[in-house]
């Protein structure tokens, strides 16, 4: 039947690729400090190691894989918010992260203590990419549903967005990073998927390239209102209700690249967009 083994030295190869690829003398010289909380998730073994070598100075919780804690993910989270945004405040730590369990998906807490919700946080890594990209213009891929009004304000980003899911590596590989609202970001200098380890050292390399702190960049966005509103639709009736969308952006600029997107004026628009995996 055969079986199923790890390679040897996995973890040292992959710690080794991550330093390979990050300008690692700007953090080095920048000496950021970071809160982090892994959740008792997969990379508790291997997260901490980067930044020692990194010699970034670091305050790591729960930084052990425990699979019975991942049974109350949802109030592990929440007080990981709290706890962290307290740490920031009193110890004068430069960011902080919470990385998800299964290490593709990571939150993003400033300087000054404030959780970046989705919108906010795409924006802010954006703004710092923008602004790390002086030297060549970088490629960008997002899904319909981003926030497109800063679009011209990114001078050395070009952005293009589509349907995320299903996407192929011969697609992917044209983009310099490829990102979405649900904290997942991909780096094509490192891998083509969502790896949360590398983007949070990445993040943490541009914004030692800065001179600004990450409340700085957020607060330098321009105010916008996002709404977003999940509508419960038995899947017999989301192809009538997508006829309806149609028809209600007749005489309308629209796309329909991914669900339905109409144009209502300049940065306004909105979107439908069917979940294929529930009702």
Same mark, same amino acid.
Not at 50 to 61: P, R
Not at 66 to 87: F, T, V
Not at 181 to 204: C, H, Q, R, T
């Given at each position: 039947?055969?079986?199923v ?9 992959? %710690? ?19 809160a982090?909380?892994?959740?008792f ?23 052990y894989?425990?699979?019975k804690? =991942?049974? &109350? ?7 990981a &918010?709290?706890?962290? @945004? #307290?740490?920031? #405040? ?18 993003m ?13 795409? =924006? ?21 549903s ?14 293009e &967005?589509?349907?995320l ?7 992917? %590989? ?6 979405n =609202?649900s ?9 083509y @998927? ?7 050292? %990445? ?7 800065s ?18 509103e999940?509508?419960?639709?038995? @899947? ?7 006829r ?6 007749v ?8 669900g339905?997107k109409?144009m209502i004026?300049?940065?306004d ?11």
């Amino acid at each position: 039947i055969g079986q199923v083994s790890e390679k040897a030295n996995l973890k040292e190869k992959y %710690k080794k690729a991550v330093l390979k690829a990050l300008n690692t003398d700007a953090i080095k010289v920048k000496k950021p400090k970071v809160a982090v909380d892994l959740l008792f998730g997969s990379t508790s073994d291997i997260y901490p190691e980067i930044l020692t070598s990194l010699n970034v100075d670091n305050i790591v919780l729960n930084a052990y894989a425990d699979d019975k804690k =991942l049974n &109350r993910l949802p109030a592990l989270i929440e007080k990981a &918010r709290e706890d962290l @945004s #307290k740490i920031v #405040k009193h110890l004068g730590v430069n960011m902080a992260y919470i990385i998800y369990p299964n290490g593709q998906k990571l939150e993003m807490i400033t300087d000054a203590g404030e959780l970046l919700d989705s919108q906010m946080q795409l =924006l802010t890594v954006l703004k710092l990419f923008d602004m790390n990209s002086k030297n060549q213009k970088s490629k960008v891929y997002l899904p319909v549903s981003a926030p497109d009004f800063l679009d011209n304000e990114f001078e050395n980003l070009t952005i293009e &967005r589509g349907k995320l899911s299903g996407a192929k590596a011969n697609k992917l %590989k044209e983009y310099d990073l490829i990102a979405n =609202l649900s904290g997942n970001f991909a780096f094509s200098e490192f891998a083509y @998927s969502n790896d949360a380890i590398f983007a949070s050292i %990445k993040i943490l390399e541009m914004l030692s390239g800065s001179d600004k702190s990450l409340q700085e960049i957020k607060d330098s966005l321009t105010s916008f209102y996002f709404h977003y509103e999940k509508v419960p639709c038995a @899947s017999n009736l989301k192809g009538k209700m997508m006829r309806k969308f149609m028809e209600a952006s007749v005489g309308k600029e629209a796309s329909f690249v991914d669900g339905v997107k109409i144009m209502i004026k300049k940065n306004d628009w909105i979107l439908m967009l069917p979940d294929q995996h529930s009702d």
